[in-house]
């Protein structure tokens, strides 16, 4: 048995290996929302690396690892508020060349938060915590689609949007700090767009 699974592992590795790899270092811009937030659009920056296993001539397997600055902004009453949940996300992309360069994608993505901090601010004063960090869930979920350029001299750019599917808040945590029950879900929304490298 043991002899039969270290065939196989063999055999995998040599197939992978076999096929055309490009490394892909990618930086964007996020637009990034939460819902039934009733926020707006909040900018940031993405980075980070990809690593693309050509299968055939026209389909391809892309996963990455990226820093991603998310979140959501509203103003009510003469307060604006910036939530700020920064990511590492990890998506596993299936990506599809239709026609030369041109490309569609899309795939699972894994993502940990590494840091949160709240930041209210009205008439010029302007106060930023961290303390709300544990408000937020430490694990997300989302699907990527989108759609790309890649020339034959390996630059790239691509535009996709994550589809959030796990709710971002801890409702007990939530619940804990306004003294109710908090059913509502929030799902994070964003919008990317990156420019980045094929080497």
């Known amino acids: 048995m043991k002899k039969s699974l270290f065939l196989l592992f063999l ?3 040599f197939q992978v ?9 990618k930086i964007g811009l996020n ?3 939460m819902t039934n937030s009733d926020g ?9 690396v990809a690593g693309e296993v050509m299968m055939t001539d026209h389909f391809a397997i892309e996963p990455g690892i990226f820093y991603s600055m998310q979140g959501t902004k509203g103003k009510d009453s003469g307060v604006t508020l910036k939530i700020k949940n920064d990511y590492l996300n990890i998506p596993i992309l299936f990506k599809g060349y239709v026609y030369e360069g041109f490309n569609l994608f899309a795939g699972p993505q894994l993502g940990f938060k590494v840091s949160s901090k709240i930041k209210a ?3 010029g004063t302007s106060i930023s915590t961290s303390e709300g960090s544990d408000l937020f869930k430490t694990v997300d979920f989302a699907i990527v689609i989108g759609a790309g350029y890649q020339s034959p001299m390996g630059f790239l750019v691509s535009l996709n949007y994550n589809i959030g599917l796990a709710n971002a808040i801890n ?10 029950t908090v059913d509502e879900k929030s799902r994070n929304g964003v919008l990317q767009f990156n420019v980045g490298w094929r080497f």
Not at 17 to 25: D, K, L, V
Not at 171 to 180: P, V
């Open 17 to 25: 290996s076999a096929q055309e790899f490009h490394f892909i270092p």
């Open 11 to 13: 055999f995998v590795a």
């Open 171 to 180: 409702k007990d945590k939530m619940s804990s700090l306004i003294g109710a």
């Open 31 to 33: 637009f990034a929302n």
């Open 40 to 48: 707006s659009m909040k900018p940031g920056l993405n980075i980070g």
């Open 121 to 123: 601010s009205q008439s």
